[in-house]
């Protein structure tokens, strides 16, 4: 098996954050044909849950301290939501001619006080094996501690990284990569286009948290979520996906604009 | 964990079978209904593909000694069409009250020469501790051998009633129980109620196959997949439930006209 790499589609780029339910049909769809014009076939993708996902988390209090009893309550509903998200990003790189493959990180992941504690991926091995391109998505998840818990696309490409010796973990989010004050804010923030781990923790203060309430803690959150893969030596590309040719030239390992973060 | 019952809704009761991709909304709605009715909160559903799977299963060769390359070109569009079943029959048990999980089988089964090898059935025990009920069905796998195979709800029921310790099967289909010869075809066919493993190797050429073609191949390849589950105790339940109410009884354990089969 050719060792993949694992991309991420924020829920940003994928959905229409401000209007519930609503898939960004446009942005998956230059999305998927940017990743069949790259031609890569060893490559694992994990969107983000955007309008379909985080109203619902906060509707059953899974951000924070939530009850667990009212958490297992929105179960069936959260995960069908996603489900449906799920469906429509796959038919999509259909269309585009993407062997796509939804994978429910539910039907084979279990947790631990919020960490991923079991995660069978056998199957998707097999599908990377058949060159077939698995799609994952954060899902809401069994949790030996919590009976349920949110499991973000951000843990599970950090999990699958490590587990599938991925070289490279592309993060496609709706800004232009990591800057040094929250840009949204701030009109002064400057890109960083290239960062080691070891300045990593100086600025971290001053990435600050999105602007956008989110419950998988914002840009800062995001980064802490990769550090497994990245002290394990996998470089993450992090590149705005909801502008044109950016993601197809991240893949095709070209010049791009963005951050590129590594160990050291 | 309550050891839960499995249940089976056969693609020709969920699906109009006849017209490919059509749901057969009546029958999903009011089986959700009757489970919700009967108050168990420890059960798995697997459902089949009737009109979503079949016809897709015979146009990419899965049928027979089909041609490795061909199946895999197949494995997105069936496990989209399924997916897409799936949620249909999650939603409605959902607004039926039903504390409904999809769980996809190619997400946590991988399969060796057309039978399960793994099953990884942590999050679906997890799902059945928190009281939620997990539903799966029959999907495309990947295969050690084959690269990929199609694994029948009804094989997926008979690995799940043993590896959860299920002390009942309940098939429910489109006719209403085992036959001395298939009903369809002939006119003086007698329904069987009770009958035990040693007495079904008798009778086993005159039950012959379904009239509809089907890739599980019919009434006797579903009666051979529970095999492993009858010797182990498990009791099964062959029921008709495109007939209202039937699903209810067995489910409450009362008297209903349908085909217990048990060990001995």
């Known amino acids: 098996m050719k060792k993949p790499v694992v991309l991420k589609l924020g829920g940003s780029v994928i959905t229409d954050k401000s209007r519930e339910f609503t898939p960004n049909l446009t942005n998956i769809s230059r999305l998927a044909k940017e990743i069949y014009r790259s031609g890569l076939n060893s490559l694992v993708l994990v969107h983000g849950g955007g309008s379909y996902g985080h109203p619902l988390a906060f509707k059953y209090g899974f951000s924070g301290e939530g009850v667990e009893e009212r958490r ?134 001053s990435i600050g948290e999105s602007t956008v309430t989110d419950v998988t803690m914002g840009m800062y959150g995001k980064v802490n979520e990769l550090l497994p893969a990245i002290e394990r030596g996998v470089t993450v590309k992090v590149i705005n996906a909801t502008v044109p040719d950016r993601l197809f030239k991240a893949l095709k390992n070209m010049e791009v604009l963005g951050t590129v973060i590594v160990r050291g």
Request: net charge negative; proline share 4%.
């Open 72 to 205: 297992v309550e929105g179960v069936s509903e959260i995960h069908l939501a996603m489900s449906r998200l799920n469906n429509i990003v796959t038919e999509e790189m259909i269309k585009a001619g993407v062997k796509a493959v939804g994978v429910h990180p539910s039907s084979c992941i279990v947790a631990r006080s919020g960490k991923i504690e079991l995660f069978e991926d056998e199957p998707i091995k097999g599908m990377l094996r058949c060159g077939l391109i698995p799609i994952l998505f954060g899902d809401v998840v069994f949790d030996l501690e919590r009976r349920f818990t949110i499991i973000s696309g951000d843990q599970i490409v950090s999990t699958l990284a490590v587990k599938l010796n991925s070289p490279q973990i592309i993060i496609g989010t709706d800004v232009d990569g990591l800057y040094t004050r929250d840009p949204k804010l701030y009109p002064d923030a400057k890109l960083i286009r290239f960062i080691r781990l070891s300045e990593l923790e100086e600025i971290r203060e």
